[in-house]
């Protein structure tokens, strides 16, 4: 399938080394985020959420952590595989014009992570 | 999460045609969103499609280049009308709410991958 990576930034890293990859988002209200994986050729998968009532969340082999001083986003993935190798991107919820928010998303512009066997 | 399924998958068209996209899920949700993603970009969101009603499009999305229809809980379809080579892009459909699920989560399709000439 096509690469949706072409334009994007990269992050390359070893087979077995720890990956961090950032994200900085636009509004001090957001309240939700998201970290998607998209393959080339597929549809973004969900990763894992946080809210922003919490600066850390961990799942499966993945770790979110949030900074609202700084508005600032990472997801780590320990122990990086080749099957990890996707463009990532982070989403916050979009707010109405009247300060509500919405369920919509704000997608950030996706890394591409190249993992090197 | 929702199994999504979207028809067609790819398509090459003409220059001036339309071509009508579904998205399909396998359970009722609450939500279902439409997005662009252009070669290399992330994603950028075309409108909501809401149940029995019009879709709610972001701005620089227009009704009558996007018309979108929304006849149940398990199914949209958006038309991309009178396309030319700017229109091609991949297509998505993502899914939200429902019964035990998150409201804020989004699930995505796979995509249609459409390329005007």
């Known amino acids: 399938g096509e690469s949706v990576g072409l334009h994007l930034p990269t992050l390359s890293v070893q087979e077995g080394d720890n990956s961090i990859i950032n994200c900085a988002y636009s509004?001090?209200?957001?309240?939700?985020f998201i970290w998607y994986k998209q393959e080339s050729g597929k549809g973004p998968q969900f990763i894992i959420d946080?809210?922003?009532n919490m600066d850390k969340r961990q799942g499966q082999r993945v770790t979110v952590l949030l900074n609202k001083t700084v508005k600032h986003l990472s997801l780590q993935i320990a122990a990086t595989q080749p099957g990890d190798s996707a463009v990532y991107f982070c989403?916050?919820?979009?707010?109405w014009g009247d300060g509500g928010a919405t369920n919509k998303l704000i997608f950030g512009t996706g890394t591409l992570l190249a993992v090197q066997p | 999460s929702a199994v999504i399924s979207q028809k067609p998958s790819r398509d090459i068209c003409q220059r001036g045609t339309s071509l009508t996209i579904q998205c399909q899920v396998d359970?009722?949700?609450?939500?279902m969103f439409w997005y662009r993603q252009q070669p290399g970009q992330s994603l950028t969101l075309i409108a909501t499609?809401?149940?029995?009603?019009?879709?709610?499009?972001e701005s620089g999305f227009v009704i009558d280049k996007f018309p979108i229809s929304r006849p149940n809980l398990t199914f949209s379809t958006l038309t991309v009308s009178n396309m030319s080579p700017e229109d091609s892009s991949i297509y998505l459909c993502?899914?939200?709410?429902?019964?035990?699920?998150?409201?804020?989560?989004?699930?995505f399709g796979p995509g249609a991958r459409l390329t005007v000439l």
């Open positions: 993502s899914v939200g709410g429902g019964s035990g699920r998150n409201y804020n989560e989004q699930f």
């Open positions: 509004n001090s209200a957001s309240d939700y």
């Open positions: 499609a809401n149940q029995g009603s019009e879709a709610t499009y």
């Open positions: 989403a916050e919820n979009a707010f």
């Open positions: 359970s009722q949700v609450t939500m």
């Open positions: 946080i809210r922003s």
